[in-house]
């Protein structure tokens, strides 16, 4: 079994940064591609960044160089720091894994292919 537990959402202005923590426990850390995505309400859920084994990341053109995804194997935990955030960032953020390496970083896609997800954690960013 794999669980993932996200944390460290909040509400913040505009401008300013949050880092979202995705604890992954029930496996071998190392071995799964990870990504975040994002769900606006009534939206379906899009990819944001992904890291794959080899720690290359991909990111959703909207967040380049303002949104950095990391992983801290000692502590099997995938993070992702956002800064200058826009009300525009303002969703339900997830962390997912499981994804077939080949579609690791296919932010459009990699959705559908995703084993396992976490419960989400709520990012507000007002004006």
């Known amino acids: 079994q794999v669980q993932l537990v996200e944390s460290g959402g909040g509400s913040v202005q505009s401008g300013g940064s949050l880092r979202v923590s995705c604890a992954v426990s029930g496996a071998v850390y190392s071995k799964y591609c990870m990504a975040w995505f994002r769900q606006y309400p009534g939206k379906e859920r899009e990819g944001v960044a992904a890291?794959?084994?080899?720690?290359?990341?991909t990111y959703k053109h909207s967040v380049k160089g303002r949104f950095t995804i990391s992983q801290d194997y000692t502590k099997n935990t995938l993070y992702l720091q956002m800064t200058a955030l826009k009300p525009e960032d303002t969703a339900m953020y997830y962390c997912?894994?499981?994804?077939?390496?080949?579609?690791?970083?296919?932010?459009?896609?990699?959705?559908?292919?995703?084993?396992?997800w976490g419960q989400g954690t709520q990012v507000t960013v007002s004006s």
């Open positions: 890291i794959d084994t080899e720690g290359i990341t």
């Open positions: 997912a894994a499981g994804f077939p390496r080949f579609l690791c970083g296919d932010l459009t896609n990699m959705g559908q292919a995703a084993n396992y």
